[in-house]
């Protein structure tokens, strides 16, 4: 972790500010603004693990995804029907590693790891909720991430990353997938709460009925 003063946080925080409203899908920018606002969002988070018996066995565990835990040898011979299938398919259809940024500016041990888990969390969502890695998709999870999560960058991501898309983009992603990121995201379970890697064997369509998570709508469906 890098400790900060009040000042280089304010500093960090608005270079990486006006950086992201520049793209608001850098990620890596979005991902220094997450940890330099982010407290009061990550400490309810925490909380809501807190209160949740599965959300303790999470913070007492702290699994990680990397690519030293993740099997994709052995999520590939999985059923067709089962989650861990849905991730590895998204993961290699897509050429994604499991491998996140760590988290850098969060001198809280344990509000640093809730960070962390949201991220390497990130992808489970995409494989649960269906929705691929095209802008107009990561928009709508941001959207989904936001009522879940509270996170300030979750909500500059969502409100300004539509602004280099097509008309038609736009507008299916207002009249569709905003719409559905409010919606999950207001009724379905905690996903902070979810032990992914427990599931990895489950049907993917009871663990949706299970924690109340939708399939999104995509311009392809």
């Known amino acids: 972790m890098i400790p900060l003063t009040t ?3 304010v500093l ?3 270079g990486a500010a006006v950086g992201a409203l520049l793209n608001p899908l850098r990620g890596d920018l979005v991902a220094t603004l997450g940890e330099t606002t982010g407290l009061t969002a990550l400490r309810n988070m925490h909380q809501k693990m807190q209160m949740n018996k599965t959300g303790r066995e999470i913070l007492a ?3 990680r995804v990397t690519e030293s835990t993740v099997d994709m040898e052995y999520l590939s011979g999985l059923p067709d029907h089962t989650f861990g299938k849905h991730y590895f398919r998204f993961m290699s259809d897509n050429g994604l590693s499991a491998q996140r940024a760590s988290t850098k500016f969060v001198e809280d041990e344990t509000l ?3 960070m962390t888990r949201y991220r390497e969390n990130h992808d489970f969502l995409h494989a649960l909720t269906g929705l691929g890695v095209t802008v107009p998709e990561e928009i709508a999870l941001k959207w989904y ?5 509270e996170l300030p960058m979750c909500g500059l991501s969502a409100v300004f990353g539509p602004l280099p898309l097509s008309l038609s983009e736009k507008r299916f992603l207002l009249s569709q997938q905003i719409p559905w990121g409010v919606a999950c995201g207001r009724s379905s379970a905690f996903f902070m709460n979810i032990y992914f890697e427990r599931e990895l064997e489950c049907d993917v369509s009871e ?13 392809s469906s």
């Open 61 to 63: 565990d702290r699994p």
């Open 7 to 9: 000042t280089q946080r």
């Open 112 to 114: 640093a790891y809730v």
């Open 145 to 149: 991430e936001l009522f879940q999560t």
């Open 12 to 14: 960090l925080s608005g």
């Open 207 to 219: 663990m949706r009925k299970k924690y109340r998570i939708s399939v999104a709508p995509t311009a």
